[in-house]
Protein backbone atom coordinates (compact mmCIF):
# COMPACT_ATOMS: atom_id res chain seq x y z
CA UNK A 1 0.00 0.00 0.00
CA UNK A 2 1.33 3.61 -1.37
CA UNK A 3 0.78 6.25 1.37
CA UNK A 4 0.06 9.57 -0.50
CA UNK A 5 2.21 12.87 0.50
CA UNK A 6 0.60 16.29 0.87
CA UNK A 7 0.93 18.14 -2.12
CA UNK A 8 2.40 21.25 0.20
CA UNK A 9 4.95 18.55 1.62
CA UNK A 10 6.15 17.74 -2.17
CA UNK A 11 6.49 21.37 -2.17
CA UNK A 12 8.71 22.23 0.29
CA UNK A 13 10.46 19.06 -0.56
CA UNK A 14 11.43 20.18 -4.03
CA UNK A 15 12.42 23.92 -2.98
CA UNK A 16 14.75 22.63 -0.21
CA UNK A 17 15.99 20.22 -2.53
CA UNK A 18 16.55 22.83 -5.05
CA UNK A 19 18.31 25.21 -2.63
CA UNK A 20 20.98 22.81 -1.16
CA UNK A 21 21.45 22.03 -5.18
CA UNK A 22 22.11 25.60 -5.87
CA UNK A 23 24.37 25.91 -1.95
CA UNK A 24 26.38 23.27 -3.67
CA UNK A 25 26.63 24.06 -7.28
CA UNK A 26 26.94 27.79 -7.26
CA UNK A 27 30.50 27.91 -5.08
CA UNK A 28 31.81 24.77 -7.50
CA UNK A 29 30.87 26.51 -10.46
CA UNK A 30 32.17 29.74 -9.07
CA UNK A 31 35.35 28.10 -7.59
CA UNK A 32 35.96 26.52 -11.05
CA UNK A 33 35.92 29.99 -13.08
CA UNK A 34 37.79 32.17 -10.34
CA UNK A 35 40.61 33.66 -11.58
CA UNK A 36 42.57 33.93 -8.66
CA UNK A 37 44.86 31.44 -7.47
CA UNK A 38 43.95 30.11 -4.04
CA UNK A 39 46.38 29.43 -1.70
CA UNK A 40 47.64 26.47 -2.81
CA UNK A 41 47.84 27.00 -6.67
CA UNK A 42 51.69 27.77 -5.40
CA UNK A 43 51.77 23.94 -5.61
CA UNK A 44 48.98 23.01 -8.35
CA UNK A 45 50.60 22.71 -11.79
CA UNK A 46 49.88 26.34 -12.85
CA UNK A 47 53.15 26.97 -11.12
CA UNK A 48 54.96 27.09 -14.12
CA UNK A 49 52.88 30.25 -15.37
CA UNK A 50 53.65 32.15 -12.35
CA UNK A 51 57.30 31.15 -12.91
CA UNK A 52 57.22 32.33 -15.99
CA UNK A 53 55.96 35.44 -15.45
CA UNK A 54 58.54 35.76 -12.91
CA UNK A 55 61.19 35.26 -15.80
CA UNK A 56 59.67 38.00 -18.10
CA UNK A 57 59.07 40.48 -15.43
CA UNK A 58 62.80 39.80 -14.17
CA UNK A 59 63.61 39.82 -18.10
CA UNK A 60 61.85 43.17 -18.84
CA UNK A 61 63.88 44.87 -15.44
CA UNK A 62 66.77 43.65 -16.39
CA UNK A 63 66.31 45.58 -20.26
CA UNK A 64 64.68 48.39 -18.39
CA UNK A 65 68.04 48.62 -15.73
CA UNK A 66 70.46 48.06 -19.18
CA UNK A 67 69.18 50.88 -20.88
CA UNK A 68 68.80 53.43 -17.85
CA UNK A 69 72.48 52.42 -17.06
CA UNK A 70 73.84 51.90 -20.44
CA UNK A 71 75.38 48.83 -20.37
CA UNK A 72 74.34 45.43 -22.18
CA UNK A 73 71.26 43.72 -20.49
CA UNK A 74 73.39 40.32 -20.04
CA UNK A 75 75.63 42.01 -17.52
CA UNK A 76 72.18 43.83 -15.95
CA UNK A 77 70.65 39.78 -15.84
CA UNK A 78 73.71 38.33 -14.25
CA UNK A 79 74.43 40.76 -11.66
CA UNK A 80 70.61 40.22 -10.90
CA UNK A 81 70.76 36.71 -10.91
CA UNK A 82 73.63 37.18 -8.46
CA UNK A 83 72.24 39.07 -6.41
CA UNK A 84 69.12 37.38 -5.90
CA UNK A 85 71.34 34.41 -4.96
CA UNK A 86 72.99 35.72 -2.36
CA UNK A 87 69.69 37.43 -0.53
CA UNK A 88 67.69 33.80 -1.23
CA UNK A 89 70.56 32.31 0.87
CA UNK A 90 70.52 34.73 3.05
CA UNK A 91 66.90 34.15 3.55
CA UNK A 92 66.94 29.94 3.84
CA UNK A 93 69.91 30.92 6.94
CA UNK A 94 67.32 33.34 8.76
CA UNK A 95 64.99 30.50 8.33
CA UNK A 96 66.55 27.71 9.80
CA UNK A 97 68.23 30.06 12.22
CA UNK A 98 64.88 30.58 13.53
CA UNK A 99 63.57 27.20 13.03
CA UNK A 100 66.56 25.89 15.01
CA UNK A 101 65.47 28.33 18.56
CA UNK A 102 62.27 27.27 18.01
CA UNK A 103 63.33 23.13 17.98
CA UNK A 104 65.21 24.14 20.60
CA UNK A 105 62.35 25.69 23.00
CA UNK A 106 60.17 22.53 21.89
CA UNK A 107 62.98 20.22 22.90
CA UNK A 108 62.88 22.45 26.34
CA UNK A 109 59.71 22.20 27.07
CA UNK A 110 59.40 18.91 26.33
CA UNK A 111 56.81 18.85 22.99
CA UNK A 112 60.05 17.03 20.82
CA UNK A 113 62.39 14.86 21.29
CA UNK A 114 66.30 15.81 20.53
CA UNK A 115 66.09 13.41 17.50
CA UNK A 116 62.69 14.90 16.39
CA UNK A 117 64.13 17.99 16.40
CA UNK A 118 67.08 16.71 14.37
CA UNK A 119 64.84 15.07 12.09
CA UNK A 120 63.18 17.82 11.42
CA UNK A 121 65.98 20.36 10.86
CA UNK A 122 67.49 17.58 8.52
CA UNK A 123 63.93 17.88 6.25
CA UNK A 124 64.71 21.64 6.58
CA UNK A 125 68.27 21.81 4.97
CA UNK A 126 67.49 19.05 2.48
CA UNK A 127 64.27 21.42 1.20
CA UNK A 128 61.58 18.45 2.10
CA UNK A 129 60.17 21.34 4.25
CA UNK A 130 59.42 24.71 3.50
CA UNK A 131 61.80 26.94 4.93
CA UNK A 132 64.98 25.42 4.38
CA UNK A 133 65.19 25.08 0.51
CA UNK A 134 63.49 27.00 -2.07
CA UNK A 135 60.00 27.06 -0.64
CA UNK A 136 56.59 28.79 -2.11
CA UNK A 137 58.17 31.94 -0.96
CA UNK A 138 61.42 31.24 -2.94
CA UNK A 139 62.24 32.64 -6.08
CA UNK A 140 62.09 29.31 -7.65
CA UNK A 141 58.96 27.66 -6.93
CA UNK A 142 57.84 24.85 -4.59
CA UNK A 143 61.18 23.03 -3.16
CA UNK A 144 65.26 22.61 -4.21
CA UNK A 145 65.61 22.97 -8.02
Sequence with gaps: ???SVPRKA???GSAAAGVLALGI???A????????????????PSAPDGE?????RRDQLAEALAAE???????????LDKVLDQMD???RADRLTQLKERLATAVAEGKLTQAQADA??????????PGGGHGPGGRHGPGPR
Design 1 to 3: MVK
Design 69 to 79: LGISKDKVAAA
Design 89 to 91: AQA
Design 10 to 12: LLV
Design 52 to 56: QKRAE
Design 29 to 44: VALAQDPTPSPSASAS
Design 120 to 129: ILKAAEEGVL
Design 25 to 27: AVP
